[in-house]
């Protein structure tokens, strides 16, 4: 069973510019995340889908960032334009559990490196 | 609102020896606490993870983690480390009720290990 591929595995983009970053989960998960790490920070939570809605979207810095889940299945984080800031790993999990706790383990991708220059 | 610190940022042990990562996490209420691991080149890897019940859990790759509710810590050992063990060890906290698997993590231990 293929796990979460993210694409890409490491993106360069010129400040301003507009980068789209995709999310591939396991097939049949429901609930999908993207998270950001900073780098030398810790893993911050984005947001939360559950199928093509967005459950949780709490920790979306601004509005430069838009995630779409179309069709329940791939997410894509655009990001427009981007800042230095916005400078990272980006992370996407998916667990299969419908529910409200963390008892199925969510599954991580490998990143996308993003670097803003 | 709930955070987890991990006050060691780099740690170096011999293979061989052992190994005590520390995790201190902040919440309201009985956490979910968990612990990843990211080889280089590789996305985060659930070790182990403490739900209720016995406090003392095992993960895979010979990992084991320990919840004191009294110190709010939930450090993760390993008796015998092994050179493939080098990488980042995350310490993560998550909710009871709702929310899913959003965690907050900690900033991270790098683990280097020398032969």
């Known amino acids: 069973e293929a796990g979460v591929t993210q694409f890409p595995s490491h993106s360069v983009i010129e400040k301003g510019q507009t980068v789209t970053l995709r999310c591939d989960p396991i097939?049949?998960?429901?609930?999908l995340y993207w998270y950001r790490r900073v780098m030398g920070k810790e893993i911050k939570f984005l947001l939360h889908f559950v199928k093509e809605s967005k459950q949780d979207e709490s920790g979306m810095p601004n509005n430069r960032f838009l995630a779409e889940r179309t069709g329940g299945t791939y997410s894509t984080l655009k990001v427009q334009p981007a800042e230095l800031e916005d400078s990272g790993v980006y992370f996407c999990?998916?667990?299969?559990?419908?529910?409200?706790?963390?008892?199925?383990?969510?599954?991580f991708g490998q990143g996308t490196r993003l670097t803003v220059v | 609102a709930q955070s987890v610190t991990q006050p060691d940022i780099h740690i170096t042990v011999s293979e061989g020896a052992s190994l005590e990562l520390r995790c201190n996490y902040s919440y309201g209420a009985t956490p979910y606490l968990f612990w990843y691991v990211q080889s280089p080149g590789q996305g985060l890897q659930l070790l182990l993870k403490?739900?209720?019940?016995?406090?003392l859990v095992q993960g895979i790759k010979g990992f084991e983690a320990e919840f004191k509710r009294s110190q709010s810590s939930f450090n993760l050992r390993k008796p015998s480390v092994h050179w493939s063990d080098a990488a980042e060890y995350f310490c993560a906290v998550g909710p009871h009720t709702g929310g899913g698997n959003k965690l907050t993590f900690g900033t991270g231990t790098q683990l280097k290990v020398e032969l």
């Open positions: 999990a998916s667990s299969p559990y419908l529910g409200q706790g963390p008892e199925t383990e969510a599954f």
């Open positions: 403490y739900f209720s019940g016995d406090t």
């Open positions: 097939s049949g998960h429901d609930n």
